[in-house]
């Protein structure tokens, strides 16, 4: 007799809201991962790809980033995938860009892309002093890009297509913030109202 698979519960990912975010920013003090912060939550990019972006994926005329594996770095699903700019993506690394230096990468730290350990090791720090708890990683950044969207009305599919997922079921994980805006779709099938759309009852 063969015996299912254990399912492991559902657990909603931990994400921050605008308030802890801006709390968060006070706290860090280096220029460079301030701006690392903020390029994350308004990308949802992960680590992985922030640290392996070189200017040379910038594409400031179309407003496009081309996330794509290259030498040491492959992205997670092993496709190529575009990540749109906000206008305020695109006026922080025109900022970044103003400073002069030429960089390979757009987030380096000692002439040399910035690294997995010094940025978790930061995050830690900043987030102690911010006040956060313990739970929130650099990870929830993405998280709390893809929440901000839901819950200003940004469809599940479209999330799924800016998270760079390759299966929906994995961003439905999001799909109860959404809940409340469904009243006004169920609230239009009103039995015996004038003014609402009736439901058609079978024959």
Known sequence: MKSSPLRVPEKRPT????????????????????????????????????????WSNVDFE??????????????????????????????????MRADGIELTYAFEFNRSKVSRSYIDHKFREYRKAAGLQDDVTFHSLRHTFATWLVQRGVSIFEVQKLLGHSDIKVTQVYSHLAASELHGAVNRIRIGSSDETELVRPS
């Open 15 to 54: 994400c921050l809201t605008e308030e802890e975010f801006s709390a968060l920013l006070q706290k860090t003090g280096e220029t460079m991962l301030k701006r690392l912060f903020e390029f994350a939550v308004l990308t949802g990019m992960r680590l992985g790809e922030i640290q392996n972006l070189r």
């Open 62 to 95: 179309k407003r496009l980033i081309d996330v794509s594996n290259c030498d040491g770095f492959l992205t997670k699903t092993g496709k190529i995938r575009v990540v749109p700019m906000s206008n305020r993506v695109v006026e922080l690394l025109k900022e």
